[in-house]
């Protein structure tokens, strides 16, 4: 956060604006089940994908690696690594699609 957002966060402190940013953050319970089962959904078509696939998925968009380190850490192309992200992202939505 950079410095002022961090004014902004401290100036707004007064019971209004808690309550407006707590209301706003608060879910229904459908709300907070439906964000569950999509959570649950994305897990199991992860762990459906190849185990070269989900590492490299997990290092690009978890560890925020740009393909370039991903293939210098694997000893592999920059394309290479792209294509399997690419793909990867790919058959997740198409698990999806199908549930």
């Not at 000893?75 to 997740?92: L, M, P, W």
Request: proline share 1%; aromatic share 12%; glycine share 2%.
């Amino acid at each position: 956060m950079n410095e002022y957002n961090r004014h902004l966060e401290h100036s707004e402190v007064y019971e209004h604006t808690l309550n407006k940013k707590k209301d706003a953050s608060e879910w229904s319970l459908e709300e907070y089940f439906e964000n569950v089962q999509i959570t649950e959904n994305l897990h199991m078509a992860i762990s459906k994908l190849p185990d070269v696939q989900k590492r490299r998925l997990k290092k690009y968009y978890f560890e925020e690696k740009t393909f370039d380190k991903i293939a210098l850490e694997e000893g592999c192309t920059y394309q290479c690594v792209q294509r399997s992200v690419y793909r990867a992202v790919e058959k997740i939505k198409n698990i999806l699609k199908n549930l």
